[in-house]
């Protein structure tokens, strides 16, 4: 029995990771013992789990129920796990965390690197990415989301805000009349994030709130590219403050409408209920938040 669990965790570890050669890194083991693992796992069970090709792997309808049923087991065993570092001096584990790829340019860099240094026998996993993920589907303890939660069952922390500056290369606006106000730039070109409606909000000083659409033929799936495509004079468009005040230095871009300012985004960690490290996971949010760092 003992080694048929041992089998299962490896099976749930390799469709976890995608491959057997990302399993066997991940786990620390050859990748030979990690297929006969599973081989040896299918022989017993008398089920094929894994259609295997040359690029890739993909579950059979054994292997989802299976796959199902495996990862509760693991919930159950990191929860012990979790249970031992209540008591424990040092938390250890693993923690998988997504974030938004602008992100490396922000603080949370830093916090992450902190908490890295406060706790050095917690191994963390990080994706960066500005395409959300499927926080339960794809195997994550945490995420960090930039904008403005929908109601979800997931739980939530608030991080801060992130300032965003609407802005445009120089090229882009010579021979363009300034614009004085937000209505000026209607017949302006963006360039659009797709996560992000097409309308932006602009607010005056004395309270005054204008939505602008404008022209749109070019849309983007990272705050990078959105960088990238306004240095290269195609459009105004609207950024984190970090990625603009790099563009200013270098003179790649401007402030346009200085005077007025964009809605902020919200910054925050998310995680499920039953996350395999659920205390690993608390412990990460609330140093995040500027909870419990002495």
Partial sequence: MIEKLRGIAIFATVVDQGTFRAASRHLGLAPSRISQSVSNLEKQLGVTLLYRSTRRLSLTGEGRILYEKAQQMLVAAESGLDAINLISDEPAGELRITAPAFATQ????DKIADFATAHPNVTLKLQFS??????IKDGYDVAIRAGWLENSELQTRNLGEVKRLLVASPKYLEGKPKPLHPRDLEQFDWVRFSMRADQTELLAPDGEVMSVTGRSNVTVDAADSLYEFAT?????TAIPETLACRGFERGELVHVLPDWTLKPLGLHAIWPDNSRRENLTLLFVRFLAGENQG
């Fill in 106 to 109: 922000t603080n949370i860099m």
């Fill in 130 to 135: 500005d395409v959300p993920i499927d926080l």
């Fill in 232 to 236: 290269r004079g195609l459009g105004l």
